[in-house]
Structures are given as structure tokens and as C-alpha cells.
DNA sequence: AACGTCCATGTAGACACTCTACATGTAGAC
DNA sequence: GTCTACATGTAGAGTGTCTACATGGACGTT
């Protein structure tokens, strides 16, 4: 249940979105609880950063959105395109090369 | 040589330069060529990030300073105090339930 | 009817850190 | 005398996450 660093997040929010998205579409509220739970608890997202972050993955051609009803509640479901897509799968392999300079450069040394 | 979305670095900067500090005192512009020495040039971080880096980290307590000359040069040259030492142990261990938390949400898994 | 809780979306403004661009100056090579 | 490497620093822009607030429907309980 360790919760995250705010500011660790920075730049690592838009893939972890699409990347919930990548087999099934989702309504935001629903994606902070996909987060929530991939995460085992530790990824608790407040809807004022993702709401405004699906409206600007949206704008770049990430995700396209529809409003639905279900159960007499509104919906607005996000889906990805082709480009987000793509996108995610730069991502992933952006976020691989980033962790292993990271968890290099953070790696004790034996005192010399 | 890939470089890194500076972005994604925010909320890591302190504990990267925590980290060459570890063994031996260096000053700034050596701590931006070791952090590029560390990370095999993926990390080039400008002089507007560290300077004002240290003086934070000092600020807080983590770091302290003295000038020197070398070579008719003068440096400021940093030091871990044992505050320091310390959120550099935490700083790791955080990394690594970050880095865990990120590669797990954004594992791929198989279309269900 | 009133109350509380869960579901659901959204905005405004604060905050913090990294970045670009600039300013300054010494040492040494050519 | 010009250029590069060494060395420190600041001002201001940019931007994405956060806190806090605003709104409202559905549903259960009392």
C-alpha cells in the first residue's frame, strides 16, 4: 500500500493511462481504479490529474472518447487509436531505457 | 546514447546526485560529468538543473559546501551529510517500489 | 423527506522542478 | 588574439500533477 511520490509520476502518467486502455475501453473513473488495482493499491490517481490528462491525450490523437449512459449515469469512455498505439509501445520501451539509467546510476558502489 | 525525456526525470534529479556523491565530494560540473559517465551519456543534464539542485539539497540539509581552488579555478565542492546518507537509503528503496509499480501497470498482458 | 454514500465528470489555481538562455570569468592551446 | 574547456550562477518559461471545489444522478436507510 506504499503510495508514490507525486512528482516521480511527471512524464510516466500518459503511458500508465494508455497502457490500461490497451484491451478494453474505459471511462476515467474506471481507469483510476484499473490504476488502482495494477498497482495493488499504490497508484492513487486524483481526478484532477486524470481527467485533464485524458482531454490532452485526447487533443494529440491518442485516444478518441463517446459519452454513454449506463445505468441513468453518464459516461464518457475513452478508447485508444492507431496512433495511441503506437505511442504506448514507444512507451514502453522509453520507460525500460529510463529505469535502467536510473536504477545504473542510483546503484551503491563499493567505497574506492 | 538515447537521451532522457527530462520530464520523466522529475522527483529523481535529488536522489541521481545523492548517489555520485556517495564515496567522494565533488563539485557541480564534475557531478554533471559523472552522472553522464554513470548513465553512458543518456544523463546530460544541463547546469540550470544542478546548480540550483545543490542549493536546494544543501538547503534542506542532505548536502554542505565549501570553495576551493584548483588550478586557479574556483569550485564549490559538495558533500553528503549523514541526513543526507540517509534519504539517500530511502530514496533507493523508493525507487525501486516506483520502478516496480510502473513496470507492473504497464506490463502487457494478454488480450482477454 | 432527508441524509449519506458511491458513482461520475470536470475546472481553477497553487506548486514545484526542469529547462532554455543568458551572464560572467580563468586557464591553456594554437 | 581567438577558441575551447572548465566552472558557477540567475531569470523566466513551461508544464504536468496536485488540492480543493463544484455539480449531479442513483440508491439505501431511517
Same mark, same amino acid.
Given at each position: 500500500?506504499?503510495?508514490?511520490? /507525486?512528482?516521480?509520476?511527471?512524464?510516466?502518467?500518459?503511458?500508465?493511462?494508455l497502457?490500461?486502455?490497451e484491451? *478494453? /475501453?474505459?471511462?476515467?473513473?474506471?481507469?483510476? *481504479?484499473?490504476?488502482?488495482e495494477?498497482s495493488?493499491? &499504490?497508484?492513487a490517481? /486524483?481526478t484532477?490529474?486524470?481527467y /485533464?490528462?485524458?482531454?490532452?491525450?485526447?487533443?494529440?490523437g491518442?485516444l478518441d472518447? *463517446?459519452?454513454a449512459?449506463v445505468g441513468?449515469?453518464k459516461r464518457?469512455?475513452?478508447?485508444l487509436?492507431?496512433?495511441?498505439?503506437?505511442?504506448? &509501445?514507444?512507451?514502453?520501451? &522509453?520507460?525500460?531505457?529510463?529505469?535502467?539509467v536510473?536504477?545504473?546510476?542510483?546503484?551503491?558502489?563499493? &567505497?574506492?
Amino acid at each position: 500500500m506504499g503510495s508514490v511520490n /507525486p512528482d516521480a509520476l511527471r512524464g510516466h502518467m500518459d503511458a500508465l493511462i494508455l497502457s490500461v486502455l490497451e484491451h *478494453e /475501453p474505459l471511462h476515467g473513473y474506471a481507469i483510476i *481504479e484499473a490504476l488502482q488495482e495494477r498497482s495493488s493499491g &499504490a497508484l492513487a490517481v /486524483p481526478t484532477g490529474t486524470v481527467y /485533464p490528462a485524458l482531454r490532452r491525450l485526447e487533443r494529440t490523437g491518442y485516444l478518441d472518447s *463517446e459519452w454513454a449512459t449506463v445505468g441513468g449515469r453518464k459516461r464518457r469512455t475513452y478508447r485508444l487509436t492507431s496512433a495511441g498505439r503506437t505511442h504506448l &509501445a514507444g512507451e514502453r520501451t &522509453a520507460w525500460q531505457s529510463f529505469a535502467g539509467v536510473i536504477t545504473s546510476v542510483l546503484q551503491p558502489r563499493s &567505497a574506492g
